[in-house]
């Protein structure tokens, strides 16, 4: 397993939308070896492979935050097939967006269907933590961030100040 760079605000490739992944092949499961590994030295509760510059719609979780007690999920096309009417909000980070922390309000439970590494389709529900940070990384399979969530004034501010980092090469 190997810890890849991070791809960070505001690299383009973070806006594409990521293509399906077909049978699961050995590539597919290097990638997300590569990918578990990268978001545990981040450390971070969430990643999608286009974090590591690849557009494929692979999606690594685990929430448990503790190093001893870790629970990997990885998700194969995962898509949203239900959500509740409750909403629910959560002060969100990215890893891509290091440092940055904004309020998002999304549904509080989720229904996810995706493939697991064996291939086999399922489906989970999900809520509390889980539940934000699945529909936080699938949205980043459509290229869509979480501080699109964000007022206007507030994404432009977080925009800017990347952009001028990343000018300066800080980043
Ligand atoms: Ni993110």
Redesign the pocket.
Known sequence: MTIRPLVILPDARLRLASEPVGPVTDEIRTLAADMLETMYDAP?V???AI?IGVPRRVVTIDTSKDENDRHPQVFLNPEIVWASEEKRIYD??????PEFYGEVERPDRVRVRFRDLQGEEREIEADGLLATCIQ??I??LDGV??IDHLSKLKRDRVVKKFAKAAKRGDV
């Open positions: 971070g969430g990643l999608a974090q969100e980070g990215c890893l891509s967006i936080h990384e949205d980043h961030l979480f």
